[in-house]
């Protein structure tokens, strides 16, 4: 695998993440407070791409749970972002409005959302939550460990980005996010 960007998020506050983040159109934008990334809009999908390099088709996003208080929030990292339309693959560490915490893998098409998979394990501050996309295969971690794997040919290209909802914005942020692909090294040649 190779990382193709990375984002701390260290930087002043503001309500735009920068010039190399773009808001999937039909969704809205994150915002960066105490260098740390979140929803910038209470109670909507709040989804944005990483545009400053060429995204392979295969590729994927991870971001650490920096706060994760309280219900009806979630952090995560999304794949495949279309530019065009409200489009992504997006795996997040989730609480619900009961307070149940637990993982989900979601797929948004043309602003249509469909739940691919939910896992039961408990998020809790400092998980590294991560999305895949190769080929058809779609997945999502926890520290490195796969909680849930589908297939689904919905979406074939688009950018890696970020993903929050939250009903209180500061109940749920991020931060050290990376995004990358899933090329391997050539074995250097060696000479007889």
Excluded: K
């Excluded at 952090?75 to 489009?87: E, F, I, L």
């Excluded at 979601?106 to 408990?122: A, E, H």
């Amino acid at each position: 695998m190779a990382i193709l960007a990375t984002d701390t998020f260290d930087r002043a506050d503001s309500t735009d993440l920068g010039a190399v983040w773009d808001v999937v159109p039909g969704l809205t934008n994150c915002q960066i407070v105490g260098n740390r990334v979140r929803s910038g809009v209470a109670n909507t999908d709040d989804i944005e791409s990483y545009n400053g390099v060429t995204w392979p088709d295969d590729q994927y996003a991870q971001l650490t749970v920096a706060v994760l208080t309280g219900t009806d929030l979630q952090v995560g990292t999304a794949v495949r972002c279309s530019t065009t339309v409200a489009s992504a693959y997006f795996g997040f560490a989730h609480t619900d409005t009961g307070g149940a915490m637990h993982y989900q893998l979601w797929r948004v098409v043309s602003g249509t959302f469909t739940l691919l998979g939910t896992d039961p394990t408990d998020p809790v501050v400092g998980d590294v939550v991560r999305t895949e996309a190769e080929g058809t295969t779609i997945r999502l971690q926890r520290n490195g460990t796969t909680l849930m794997q589908v297939t689904d040919t919905n979406l074939a290209s688009g950018r890696a980005g970020v993903a929050f909802y939250a009903a209180v914005l500061a109940n749920a942020e991020g931060d050290a996010w990376e995004g990358g692909n899933f090329a391997t090294r050539s074995p250097m040649f060696r000479g007889a």
